[in-house]
Nanobody, 125 residues
Framework: QVQLVESGGGLVQAGGSLRLACAAS????????MAWFRQAPGKEREFVAG????????YYAGSVKGRFTISRDDAKKMVYLQMNSLKPEDTAVYYC??????????????????WGQGTQVTVSS
């Protein structure tokens, strides 16, 4: 497994921006596809964005496409989620996840074998 630690969450007004970061260690994370999920109060955890191990393929949930950007820096073993034009409905705990092997942007939690502890993002109206 990969050890993942998220950071960068916080409180922001609607229309604002935040950048989440995920630090990876352990297994050769260079070859892991990475993703961000989120879980709002009273709701199931949902896929937000994913990026292939090479970084040349990215995937987004429809609700964030055009506003969020996922990226990775393998030299630093970091994955980022740039979130712009934030909305109150983006309020959730955001989780970083990793999965080895071929990746096609899976939205299913069970296909990821490593998870971080989560970071809270709160967007006020």
């Amino acid at each position: 497994q990969v050890q993942l630690v998220e950071s960068g969450g916080g409180l922001v007004q609607a229309g604002g921006s935040l950048r989440l970061a995920c630090a990876a260690s352990g297994r050769a994370s260079r070859y892991d596809a990475m993703a961000w999920f989120r879980q709002a109060p009273g709701k199931e955890r949902e896929f937000v964005a994913g990026i292939s191990w090479s970084g040349n393929r990215t995937y987004y949930a429809g609700s964030v496409k055009g506003r969020f950007t996922i990226s990775r820096d393998d030299a630093k073993k970091m994955v980022y989620l740039q979130m712009n034009s934030l909305k109150p409905e983006d309020t959730a705990v955001y989780y970083c996840a990793a999965t080895p092997g071929y990746y096609s942007g899976s939205v299913y939690e069970f296909e990821y074998d490593s998870w971080g502890q989560g970071t809270q993002v709160t967007v006020s109206s």
